[in-house]
């Protein structure tokens, strides 16, 4: 079985400011590993995802994440946070066998303050 | 416009009562998901199907019930016997090809009992 620890429950942070959120996972088999962003009473966003290949991830909302497979790590970070970042974020894995389905940390509240 | 759509937004349960969030996707998705999301909880799984007429129960379906009658709708029942069901409902869809785990998340319903 895979689990997501999330470490960090809230992050508050400067509007302009560099944010890194942390995840760190556990799976005795490979795993693609997914970062997803919440607001307020609405459905998920895929931010970025690592199925394979180059360990650095880019994805929308200038948000990127590094695979780290020795540390089992998949950290999200922005160089520059906009009041608008101010959401929910989500790290989940999966595997190719079995139900598939996501496995999720626990979450982590970005707060943007000007 | 390819997606989810969950209904209702908003639902009311009185005590004793069974109700049915639906859940329908026009992507062509296998596979299909419930989550319910409690604050500080992340999501946890409680049914998934991948084929029609074929669902599996997930880490926390006592008190649930799904259907799969249609590859396109996955609705999600909340029967009496759940003892605390207020809570963030998401239904997700993905493909089933190897690689390709990511989910695709509706709006949510949130469940409220009176």
């Known amino acids: 079985a895979q689990s997501v620890t999330q470490l960090d429950s809230q992050v508050p942070v400067f509007e302009e400011a560099p944010v890194e959120l942390r995840c760190n996972y556990s799976?005795?088999?490979?795993?693609?590993l997914f970062w997803y962003v919440q607001y307020p009473n609405q459905g998920l966003q895929l931010l970025l995802k690592?199925?394979?290949?180059?360990?650095l991830v880019k994805g929308i909302n200038g948000f990127e994440a590094e695979f780290n497979k020795s540390q089992t790590s998949f950290h999200l970070r922005k160089p520059s946070v906009h009041i608008s970042d101010t959401a929910e974020y989500f790290c989940?894995?999966?595997?190719?066998?079995?139900?598939?389905?996501?496995?999720f940390g626990s979450g982590t509240r970005l707060q943007v303050q000007p | 416009d390819g997606g989810i759509t969950q209904s209702p937004k908003y639902l009311f349960r009185k005590e004793g009562q069974n109700v049915t969030l639906s859940c329908e996707q026009n992507l062509n998705h296998d596979a299909m998901y419930w989550y319910r999301q409690d604050p500080g909880q992340g999501l946890r799984l409680i049914y998934y199907s991948q084929i029609v007429n074929d669902f599996q129960k997930g880490d926390i379906a006592e008190g649930y019930s799904v259907s799969r009658e249609k590859k396109e709708s996955f609705p999600l029942t909340v029967t009496s016997a759940q003892k605390n069901p207020t809570a963030f409902y998401l239904c997700?869809?993905?493909?089933?090809?190897?690689?390709?785990?990511?989910?695709?998340f509706g709006p949510g319903t949130r469940l409220t009992v009176l």
């Open positions: 997700a869809s993905s493909i089933l090809d190897r690689g390709h785990n990511e989910q695709f």
């Open positions: 799976s005795s088999v490979s795993v693609y």
């Open positions: 690592y199925l394979s290949g180059s360990t």
């Open positions: 989940a894995v999966s595997v190719d066998t079995g139900r598939r389905a996501l496995t």
